[in-house]
């Protein structure tokens, strides 16, 4: 079973528990928390990783840590349940799952746009109102930089991708030319 699948199943194992205790922000905040120290934190990191250290052994050292952060009841059950299942090392993509479980279940989508220059404010709400009526969803716009493209944007919201860059048009004008 791959990775991802495992983790999702996780992920909406815990959406359930905080919709149960209505407490997912929360447990969303402490989720974060908990994956942002151990990716910044070296040992952390090897600790999650490591095939040699057993995984009761992960969970004992895990709840302390968890504990003395202050960490909800809740959590860190589900951690010792994780940890002791041998899947701490799916935590990266247990938070992400997480967070687009929660989002999906808030009706809002990601949207990816490159473009070789920033988008002005006029043109980010512009296009996030177009993707909005497009989709029918909130939309939460993330913006990086693509030297590549001479002008206009590519936008990326799920599977579907938008070209609207003027290298998508220029193939497109081809492609109706050789088929004139």
């Known amino acids: ?6 983790a999702r199943r996780y992920a909406k194992a815990l959406l359930q528990i905080g919709d149960k205790q209505g407490n997912v922000p929360q447990l969303q905040q402490e989720l974060d928390t908990v994956a942002a120290a151990v990716a910044a934190n070296a040992d952390l990191s090897r600790l999650v990783a490591s095939p040699l250290v057993l995984p009761t052994k992960k969970a004992e050292v895990f709840e302390t840590i ?6 909800s009841e809740t959590l860190r059950h589900f951690f010792r349940v994780v940890a002791e299942a041998g899947r701490l090392n799916l935590l990266p ?28 404010e006029a043109q980010s709400k512009a296009l ?8 029918g969803k909130t ?3 993330t913006w990086q930089q693509d030297l590549s493209l001479l002008g206009g944007l ?9 070209d609207a860059s003027l290298q998508g048009q220029l193939r497109q004008l081809k492609t109706q030319l050789l088929s004139a």
């Open 128 to 135: 996030v109102a177009s993707l909005a009526a497009r989709t």
């Open 66 to 71: 968890l504990a003395a952060a202050k960490v």
């Open 154 to 162: 590519k936008v990326q919201v799920g599977s579907t991708i938008l």
């Open 1 to 6: 079973m791959s990775s991802r699948l495992t």
């Open 93 to 120: 993509d247990l938070r992400r799952t997480f967070a687009d479980l929660v989002d999906e279940r808030a009706g809002i989508v990601e949207a990816k746009v490159s473009s070789a220059q920033p988008l002005a």
């Open 139 to 141: 939309i939460r716009l």
